[in-house]
């Protein structure tokens, strides 16, 4: 198994090792689709391909900055979303969905941090929330060979 | 000896990935590590957040209605549910209180037979929720709640999804079922700058290509309601003016929901 395999597998494993296996499924194919496009990419648009690595997306970089798309649209988005509440709903007031599900100011302060963190790693990596944000493969290397000149990534 | 170089600086970084995300999973995965339902749960809430402040910057009057024992906005989940038993707001505009809800069905006046739940419903004034039984629903068993479309100032569905063509089309259906003010065959001015009602929303945490972005905006041009995408990226704020980050959204024409702007509003209540 070559090193990039190794380190994007790796990661993948660790991010979905506690997530519902409905989710891992989602997540993997995410980024299973991703490489399969830039397959397809590097077929038919090699040049912008190409571009994107010369700004220091290797292929290796790419197939992780996948898994850490993947990862952020997926799981940690969607936990963010209730973690800003108006002035009284979730605040002063927790939200009991279901019988078993709270959200409340302590729930929020802790999908907060969590989101923060993740992202503060990203930045820390070189992998800006544009990249996070983008949705498909075609996108990401449009992004790197277009945003301050080629500086995302570096 | 450059590409051995560049080889060295990404074996670095690959050698940071891991390190990061093992340190990251080994602190966090039980905040995110959470049941799928409850991931939906926590976007569809944050459509609601984003909603309530809407109200709340508009009218300066939001109240929350029928807490539980604990004092938790006990959030209705299935259309099954009594409503009477669930939390709301209610909010007070022109004189006249509405009501925002969770789950609750809705009967189109297309035909007593088509029924179904959004996430979220506005309600005009002095909406009521039925509460029959039938023979056919449950053997007759559970009451059948829901209020009729003549009743909805808008019907608004979260979707943690990407926009694809076919779930942008399928909310045209439950727009026109949902909405009795909304009539093709006739000319209406449905969208006003004054209005304090955000159109029926359709929002959707992915974001969109080109082509999706491009039948969105002609969709919203056929049709008085708001396509708000990529929720994932945004602040989960809407707006009249288009801003940074913010999302721009189109709002009902005062005149469509009977409301007037000009009689009395009620005091600001925050409870």
């Known amino acids: 198994m070559n090193l990039t395999r190794a380190v994007k597998d790796a990661i993948l494993r660790e991010f979905v090792r506690e997530v519902e296996r409905d989710e891992r499924i989602a997540v993997t194919k995410r980024v299973d689709l991703m490489l399969g496009e830039l397959k397809y990419l590097t077929e038919h648009k090699a040049e912008e391909v190409r571009k994107a690595q010369r700004f220091g997306w290797t292929r290796r970089k790419l197939e992780v900055l996948f898994v850490l798309n993947s990862f952020y649209q997926r799981i940690v988005r969607p936990l963010l979303a209730s973690s800003e509440p108006p002035r009284v709903l979730g605040k002063r007031i927790p939200i009991r969905y279901g019988q078993k599900i709270l959200f409340d100011e302590e729930k929020n302060k802790a999908n907060l941090k969590m989101s923060l963190t993740f992202l503060a790693l990203c930045e820390r990596l070189g992998v800006s929330r544009r990249l996070l944000e983008a949705q498909k493969t075609n996108d990401l290397i449009w992004i790197i060979n277009t945003s301050n000149d080629g500086r995302e990534g570096k | ?271």
């Not at chain 2, 396509?227 to 980050?245: I, N, Q």
């Open chain 2, 1 to 271: 000896m450059a590409a051995k170089e560049s080889r060295s600086s990404e074996e670095q970084w690959l050698h940071n990935v891991r390190r990061e995300v093992r340190q990251f999973c080994a602190e966090y995965s039980v905040v995110y590590g959470v049941k799928k339902r409850e991931r939906a749960a926590s976007f569809e809430i944050g459509c609601l957040h984003m909603l309530v402040k809407n109200y709340e910057d508009s009218t300066g009057s939001i109240a929350v209605e029928n807490l539980n024992k604990s004092g938790e906005f006990q959030y209705l989940t299935t259309p099954s549910g009594n409503p009477a038993n669930f939390s709301w707001f209610k909010f007070h505009y022109g004189g006249q209180e509405f009501q925002i809800r969770q789950q609750v069905r809705i009967k189109s006046h297309w035909h007593s037979d088509i029924t179904f739940s959004p996430d979220i419903v506005v309600l005009k004034p002095g909406a009521e929720i039925e509460d029959p039984k039938f023979q056919y629903y449950a053997n007759g068993k559970n009451r059948f709640f829901h209020v009729l479309s003549s009743q909805v100032v808008s019907a608004h569905e979260c979707k943690c999804l990407t926009p694809f063509p076919e779930l942008l089309v399928s909310f045209v259906g439950m727009f026109g079922a949902a909405h009795e003010w909304y009539n093709p065959r006739e000319e209406v001015e449905y969208i006003g700058e004054d209005g304090v009602h955000p159109a029926p929303c359709l929002f959707i945490g992915g974001d969109s290509n080109g082509i999706q972005r491009r039948m969105a905006a002609g969709l919203e041009a056929t049709f008085p309601f708001n396509v708000v995408t990529g929720l994932h990226f945004g602040r989960f704020r809407m707006r009249r003016d288009p801003g940074d980050s913010d999302f721009t959204i189109r709002y009902l024409h005062p005149d469509l929901i009977g409301q007037d702007p000009t009689r009395e509003e009620a005091t600001p209540q925050m409870s």
